[in-house]
């Protein structure tokens, strides 16, 4: 989606540090972290959100990434959030998985 922040940022078109990266995922540090470690986990598909994914295969892809994004930061203790609609407190309309730890 052209307008969309996670998609221009998953396309590497801001220069973002991929704290991890493979074929269908991108995890990169939170801009306002709500923890001493806040990371994104974001689909490279511009999916909305959590009530969007139909795709079984990229629902697990994208905890295998939270898995081996946090094993990369030395995390081994960590909460998973995923705000699913605006009124729930979702801002960025593309699916992300926040990681919060320490
Ligand atoms: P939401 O409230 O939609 O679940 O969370 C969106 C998150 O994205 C927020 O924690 C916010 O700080 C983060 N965020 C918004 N814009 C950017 C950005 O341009 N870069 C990065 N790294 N994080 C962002
Ligand atoms: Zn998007």
């Known amino acids: 989606m052209t307008d969309c922040i996670f998609c221009k940022i998953a396309n590497g078109e801001f220069g973002t540090e991929f704290i991890y990266e493979d074929e269908k995922t991108v ?9 001493p470690v806040h990371l994104l986990v974001v689909p490279k598909v511009h999916v909305e959100n959590l009530n969007e994914l139909e795709d079984r295969e990229l629902m697990a892809d994208l ?3 939270v898995k081996k994004a946090a094993k990369k930061v030395g995390l081994n203790s960590y909460r998973l959030q995923v705000n699913t609609g605006k009124e729930a ?10 990681i919060l730890g320490k």
């Open 63 to 65: 905890l295998c990434a």
């Open 89 to 98: 407190g979702q801002e960025v309309m593309h699916l992300h998985i926040h």
């Open 27 to 35: 995890v990169f540090k939170d801009i306002n972290p709500k923890a």
